[in-house]
């Protein structure tokens, strides 16, 4: 190997080093760990792929952080194939929150948003940890483009993993639809032909009477499903407490009081 290569191998080492070192976000009052690498996003298109860790986009909000996926993490399903389909994803976001001092953190909110399709029969959904989103459409008026958010609350000081799914499923049925009518026979009707001149001894024969009835043939009807998830969002609740210096004021004031207590009662 020529020296020029040699003196490149430290270089590039550093730089991979570099890029998967952990970022650190300093919010309000945490300090929010992660390393985009361990980020896992998968989805089935048919077969099961692992996105870029670049779909996501981190930004730091109020106590938290926020990944924004743009129109990139998305699942569709469909029944034009004439069977049932279903496609999944699956993300993994490892994060780590600290509380700053003065402050401790006793619960995460976990919100998923995003916007999903349906027509004609279907399903979707998306979540996991602290909450989860469904919709699901059978031969109604069906949802395009539909926003949709939801969150939930994970308590305890330290976050697990963010860890959930997103679906998508859509059926091909038969439904019977009229496509016309037709003539039945319903019964037969008594229909008079005459009577003596007393009005006895009358004569009837009898009409068969036919009624008009639908007609219906078996169609075929393909459901259609997308879901795309735009975003999640990670926020620390916290609480504010006492800092070891605010206790030491405090006992030192209590020793105070008492000591004054003490005195006056001497003196008294």
Partial sequence: MKMHQLALIPLLLSSAVAIAAPTTFNSTNVDITFDIDNFLFEV???????LPNSIATVSGVDNGLELDFG????VSASGGNFYSETHNGNFNIPLSFTAQSGYQIDSYTVTYSGSYTLMNVGGVGAGGT???FYADEYLGSGAYAQPFTVAGT???EFLPA????LFASADYIYI????????????YEDIL????DEGNNCEYYQSPVYIEVPVYM???VIGEASLTLSSIKVVANVVAVPEADTYALLLAGLGVVGFMARRRKLVN
Wanted: net charge negative.
């Fill in 44 to 50: 089935e298109a048919p077969y099961l792929i692992t």
């Fill in 71 to 74: 129109y990139n993490f998305q």
């Fill in 130 to 132: 602290a909450n989860s």
């Fill in 154 to 156: 994970v308590d305890g």
């Fill in 162 to 165: 963010v860890v959930g799914n």
């Fill in 176 to 187: 019977q639809v009229q496509v016309g009518t037709e003539l039945q026979f319903s019964h």
């Fill in 193 to 196: 032909i005459g009577c003596d």
């Fill in 218 to 220: 078996d169609q075929g």
